[in-house]
């Protein structure tokens, strides 16, 4: 279908094309932010509309830097300086920059960008990003090429870059999200499985609302979805093939429920949980040859296996202790160490792609957290608070997570959030129907 | 198997519908007389609930449901009374198979309570095949929280949701 098709296309445009446009010579600029978790005063930036340089490019410029300044404004580490408080427009690509145009109105990070449409349709974008107190470009000057249809990923790209040379971190904009949209009352709820851009467009139907679907988890490179489907009448692990939408059920044992599945960094195994009896218990698969080995084996609740980085550890959650906690144990199975000692129940961890953080659902006094903590347990920190939330998922960059928010009562419905791991910026994800279980795919 | 899957299915939908207005448990509720395609009345009907041997008079008479406490997958007395009925029906109308479906409240996180509610349905499944039902006629399936049948947030609510329900399903072709 037109996923697939789309992204080979853009993809194939996009890698061609990237290079550089003028090789100046690198100088350290002072323009920089740091994250941390302490308070930032988000950075002044300014994006004019992209200079068009062809005729049929003008309806191009106005749309690229809305999505550039939206993406930064987003991360709540940049504030735009609105387009009326300007002294001065651009109107060439080439013309030197007016930095004191630019200073008077106390932009710090100015990104100027061009764009052009080929008579093929292609369109190119480029971008220079200047450090308007110092007066000098920051990093070099970038172009991309692509259908128009991709015009918001060139734009993400753009932002991406910008991201990563003030921050000194990668970006995550350029990136995607499956989900599970949401129709119908809270009683008859109908369920398929979504992807959009991490902004919420771009929105592609995976699944039919058939069968319910739950908890579908992205890949590492983000060419197929693990989730779980009722089609069979039975909860059961699926695997669905991005490009084409072609699902198939793993095969494991019949007259079981399996479900909670979640890729291993390596791609080519799942970790998942089967239901036995009142038992439930974490198994890996070999998604080429099926063989399955078990991983825990106690007469608990054993669900939501999630990962290290490295694929050497996988986090889980676990009632053995007489209510929901997280454990980390060995890939292989083994001995488990408890990490979550606060009050309350925690559930649904997830590994920071960056290695060094738990992201987890806290439920305590009838309230729903997300938090994180170390890998150790400490450091605990609840960074949102509702009648709901749950099921975290990490940026790419481990620096920002997305999650589920149910709102109470009859007409009660779920929603998708962001918020940076800092607990700062807060923010809805809008999309067309109501959502829930997002999982981040990779940076494109 | 689809068949009977398909029938499950079917039965466990007219099941949820009827039971969202119902006072208790479904009991009463005219609308179920005949929805199941088997009767037309409230009086003796073969197939309709007034017939001891069709499954509206066991969602109806007996009680087609079991409700636990919050967290809980252990069976309360009036539980068991419940599934001692059920027992007796399954063990008489021995043609019947049975799909048990446990389901959980909203208060939870999705794959616990998926979980959980494999717990509800399977104690249910162990009580009745300890009252000699035989295994082979009982499967169980779980909903978590995907499938509430009352829908405001406040405890009224979630205790009618934290249920397991036997959903007769394939009766022998005769």
């Not at chain 1, 009722?230 to 095969?251: C, K, M, W």
């Not at chain 1, 009896?277 to 939501?304: Q, Y």
């Not at chain 2, 179920?32 to 009345?41: E, H, I, K, P």
Request: net charge negative.
């Amino acid at each position: 279908m037109s996923v697939n098709h789309r992204v080979t296309q853009v993809l194939t445009a996009l890698t061609a094309a990237l290079a550089l446009l003028l090789a100046l010579p690198a100088q350290a600029a002072p323009l920089r932010i740091e994250i941390t978790e302490g308070v930032v005063e988000p950075l002044p930036f300014a994006v004019p509309d992209f200079i068009p340089e062809t005729a049929a490019a003008g309806e191009w410029g106005g749309k690229l830097a809305q999505v550039v300044a939206d993406d930064l404004n987003g991360t709540g580490l940049f504030i735009q300086t609105p387009q009326d408080a300007f002294i001065s427009r651009p109107t060439s690509f080439a013309a030197p920059v007016q930095y004191n145009d630019w200073k008077a109105i106390n932009v710090q990070a100015l990104i100027m960008g061009a764009v052009s449409v080929a008579d093929n349709g292609q369109l190119t974008v480029k971008f220079r990003v200047y450090d308007v107190f110092s007066g000098q470009e920051l990093g070099k000057g970038l172009q991309f090429q692509g259908t128009t249809e991709g015009w918001r990923r060139m734009a993400h790209k753009v932002a991406d870059a910008v991201y990563s040379r003030i921050t000194g971190e990668s970006g995550y904009f350029d990136s995607r999200v499956v989900y599970v949209s949401e129709t119908g009352p809270k009683d008859d709820r109908k369920k398929r499985l979504a992807i959009m851009d991490y902004d919420g467009a771009n929105v592609q139907y995976l699944t039919d609302s058939s069968s319910i679907v739950l908890a579908p988890r992205f890949s590492p490179t983000g060419d197929r979805v693990l989730y779980t489907s009722y089609a069979t009448g039975f909860p059961r692990i699926h695997v669905l093939d991005v490009g084409n939408t072609q699902s198939r059920i793993l095969e494991s044992q019949t007259g079981v429920m399996s479900f909670a599945p979640r890729f291993a960094p390596n791609g080519q195994t799942a970790v998942f949980s089967i239901s036995e009896g009142s038992n439930t218990d974490i198994f890996t698969m070999d998604l080429a040859s099926g063989a399955t080995t078990r991983l825990t084996n106690t007469p608990a609740i054993e669900t939501a296996p999630s990962y290290s980085p490295d694929g050497s550890r996988i986090v889980f959650e676990s009632d053995r202790s007489g209510s929901q906690q997280l454990y980390i144990m060995p890939a292989g199975g083994g001995e488990a160490e408890r990490i979550s000692f606060g009050p309350g129940r925690y559930g649904t961890p997830v590994w920071s792609p960056r290695g060094d953080l738990i992201a987890f659902t806290k439920q305590h006094k009838g309230r729903f957290h997300i938090g994180v903590m170390r890998t150790d347990g400490s450091e605990e920190r609840l960074l949102t608070a509702s009648f709901l939330d749950e099921g975290p998922t990490w940026a790419p960059n481990g620096r920002v997570i997305m999650f589920t928010r149910e709102t109470q009562g009859a007409s009660g419905q779920a929603s998708l959030y962001s918020v940076d791991v800092s607990g700062r910026s807060l923010r809805r994800v809008r999309t067309p129907d109501a959502a829930s279980d997002p999982s981040w795919g990779p940076l494109q | 198997m689809t068949h009977l899957t398909k029938i499950a299915l079917l039965v466990g939908a007219l099941a949820v519908s009827a039971c969202t207005n119902a006072g208790r448990f479904g009991q009463d509720d005219p609308r179920l007389d005949g929805s199941a395609g088997a009767g037309a009345g409230a009086g003796f009907v073969p197939g309709g609930a007034g017939d001891p041997s069709s499954p509206a008079y066991f969602q109806q008479a007996i009680g087609d449901r079991v409700l636990f406490l919050v967290d809980q997958s252990s069976l309360t007395a009036e539980a068991q009374a419940t599934l001692d009925q059920q027992a007796e029906w399954l063990l008489t109308n021995s043609d019947y198979q049975a799909v048990i479906e446990g389901h959980a409240d909203e208060q939870g996180t999705r794959e616990y309570n998926l979980a959980l509610g494999g717990r509800r349905a399977n104690a249910v499944r162990e009580y009745l095949i300890s009252r000699g039902v035989p295994a082979s006629r009982l499967r169980f399936v779980s909903y978590g929280k995907e499938r509430p049948i009352e829908i405001c947030s406040d405890e009224s609510c979630y205790a009618k949701n934290r249920r397991a329900v036997t959903v007769i399903a394939g009766s022998a072709v005769s």
